[in-house]
């Protein structure tokens, strides 16, 4: 099993949508919770950070439910520049101020006109 | 002003060499990764390093040898090179804090074996 598994869609919305991801993660260690986006043949870049309370970016909520080790991503009023991959990442606790952040697979949304 | 620069951005070679693939960071980070993103565009961590110090090592084969001459600098070698090498190698910093979950990825190196 992965450690991080996410539905590797693809997600086809029209504009305007709201669309949800959803993401579960195996290692209860694990501290820190982020979504990154990534374009096509482009690097990942931060998105958002991920809290417990339930965090908001203009258009992207995230939230996070520890106990079910289960995290989630919702954009409203979906733009075709949403249109990329997003990468659901954990960080896994690995000893002082290490940090081994974990992907998973993505999830791919294609916004259409 | 490019933060984390990998050279080169592309590497067509054959089974068997020897290539490496460079990574500076300009952000005065202390700690550099090497991530590995394969054909189904898994991203899966390879090494970390902290202040040229191996950290994290991810049962890597040892035909892959991260070298770090400074906290700026993280050159990745890979000898023999293998069919199952051809991916898209990205390098990456972040400060030394803990939880920081941003890290700065370079543009990525692709590299495909013949």
Same mark, same amino acid.
């Given at each position: ?44 870049k931060l998105l958002m950070s ?64 | 002003?490019?933060?984390? +620069? ?10 068997? !060499?020897?290539?490496? *693939?460079?990574? #500076? ?13 394969? +054909? ?10 902290? !202040?040229?110090?191996? *950290?994290?090592? #991810?049962?890597?084969?040892?035909r892959f040898s991260p070298k ?47």
């Amino acid at each position: 099993r992965k450690e991080v598994e996410q539905d590797p869609g693809p997600f086809n919305v029209p504009e305007g949508a709201t669309v949800a991801f959803n993401c579960t993660y195996s290692n209860s260690a694990s501290q820190s919770f982020f979504w990154y986006r990534q374009d096509c043949r482009k690097e990942p870049k931060l998105l958002m950070s991920v809290y417990s309370s339930g965090n908001e970016d203009g258009r992207f909520t995230a939230q996070l439910n520890r106990a079910s080790q289960y995290i989630s991503l919702l954009i409203r009023d979906s733009k075709l520049s949403d249109s990329a991959t997003y990468l659901c990442v954990v960080n896994i606790a690995y000893g002082g101020a290490t940090n081994k952040l974990i992907f998973g697979t993505g999830t791919l949304l294609a916004v259409q006109p | 002003d490019t933060a984390v +620069s990998q050279t080169p951005k592309y590497l067509v070679t054959q089974m068997g !060499n020897d290539k490496s *693939i460079k990574c #500076e960071q300009n952000l005065g980070h202390d700690t550099m990764y090497w991530y590995k993103q394969d +054909s189904k565009k898994f991203l899966k961590i390879m090494f970390s390093y902290n !202040n040229k110090e191996l *950290i994290i090592n #991810e049962t890597v084969p040892n035909r892959f040898s991260p070298k770090s001459p400074d906290k700026a600098h993280l050159n990745l070698h890979i000898n023999s090179l293998e069919l199952g090498d051809s991916a898209v190698y990205f390098c990456a910093s972040s400060p030394l804090r803990e939880d920081t979950g941003e890290l700065f990825f370079g543009e990525g190196s692709r590299l495909t074996v013949l």
